[in-house]
């Protein structure tokens, strides 16, 4: 006969506890109230949890808030953890072999393949809430720069820079922050910070900028990291045992600071879609060119696992080359000066 042992059980509703007597059985936990009622908790449906090594143990049952019993018994710990975690040992060598041959193609060929051809089938609405959660937990606290004739400035800079036919509309802020940088988030969020503005010597060294990161938007490089970063961490959570949380996979990705972080690839695709889009606009890339080179003395501004363009200085040679091979052509200032001057000014109210 199984050995009953003693708990705290807590009904998720009330910080007030309760006596239980509690056993283990075949299906999971037998659980008997000091009123006489009887339930069992099915091992697939309670999460073990021990906060101190030597500490009681913590079974919860159901969701937000869960139902708990702490036990401090030992030996029903014991019990229990090898209950739960007793794996034979033909299964073990298995999922050795698996992770030394299989797992490091899936990481390194099949996320990516699969990724890029998923991403096109992810619909706007759905990466614009993506990149308006993103923005609001990694900058929840950031100040808006919105004074009247800047917000004008800028946003005929984005109007002359979007496509007639794009599928996105840009949402672009300037924070008031000395950073000097700019990131794009899925679905058209872009923020500029205060700190590019007054290192940037043009508009149309700003327009550069801003149409790099509107090409990250477009070709849907943020929506593609955070299906990367998915698939890796659901692939780790069942190695580790922990497939029953991978429901909460999808949230923990934003915590995840490298999902602003490019890979060399992307980075060369924005460059050379950003290019294209100025020559079509007739904006200088020249003064993008000139931009990046103020970049590139700055690329200390954030950690290196946040910053949202790395390996710059190579970038500028591949730029320079780019911009050598396209035909002669008359450009207009983006801006004019008086419209500048202002969205320089923009977080002075």
């Not at 008997?32 to 030597?54: E, I, N, Y």
């Not at 033909?90 to 072999?97: E, P, Q």
């Not at 992770?99 to 990516?112: E, H, K, N």
Request: positive net charge; aromatic residues 10%; hydrophobic residues 40%.
């Amino acid at each position: 006969m199984a050995v009953k042992s003693k708990g705290n059980y807590f009904d998720g509703k009330s910080a007030a506890s309760h006596k239980v007597e509690i056993q283990h059985v075949t299906e999971g936990v037998l659980i008997k109230f000091a009123d006489g009622r009887m339930r069992v908790w099915c091992s697939c449906d309670f999460r073990l949890k021990q906060d101190r090594p030597k500490g009681p143990i913590r079974l919860e049952y159901g969701e937000f808030t869960p139902e708990i019993i702490e036990v401090e018994d030992l030996s029903f710990q014991r019990g229990l953890k090898e209950k739960l975690f007793k794996r034979p040992k033909y299964l073990s060598n298995w999922l050795t072999l698996l992770a030394v041959l299989i797992i490091p193609s899936i990481i390194f060929w099949f996320i990516p393949l699969a990724s890029g051809w998923l991403v096109h089938f992810v619909p706007v609405s759905v990466e614009k809430q993506l990149g308006n959660y993103v923005v609001n937990e990694l900058f929840p606290d950031r100040r808006i720069c919105q004074s009247d004739e800047g917000r004008k400035s800028l946003d005929e800079m984005v109007m002359r820079l979007t496509a007639k036919d794009s599928t996105y509309n840009f949402k672009v802020e300037v924070v008031d922050s000395d950073l000097v940088n700019a990131f794009a988030l899925p679905g058209g969020n872009i923020l500029i910070f205060r700190g590019l503005l007054e290192k940037n010597p043009s508009a149309d060294g700003l327009a550069g900028v801003l149409a790099h990161e509107m090409q990250h938007v477009a070709l849907r490089h943020g929506t593609l990291n955070i299906l990367r970063q998915i698939a890796l961490s659901g692939i780790f959570k069942l190695l580790s045992g922990e497939a029953g949380s991978f429901a909460k996979t999808y949230f923990d990705w934003v915590h995840i600071l490298s999902i602003l972080k490019y890979t060399r690839q992307l980075e060369d695709e924005a460059d050379t879609s950003a290019l294209m889009l100025l020559v079509k606009n007739k904006v200088d890339p020249s003064e993008m060119i000139k931009m990046y080179q103020i970049l590139s003395k700055h690329s200390s501004s954030l950690p290196e696992a946040v910053s949202s363009h790395p390996d710059i200085s190579s970038r500028i040679g591949r730029l320079k080359s780019l911009f050598q091979n396209e035909p002669e052509f008359e450009s207009n200032n983006v801006l004019t000066k008086k419209k500048w001057e202002s969205l320089k000014k923009i977080c002075q109210i």
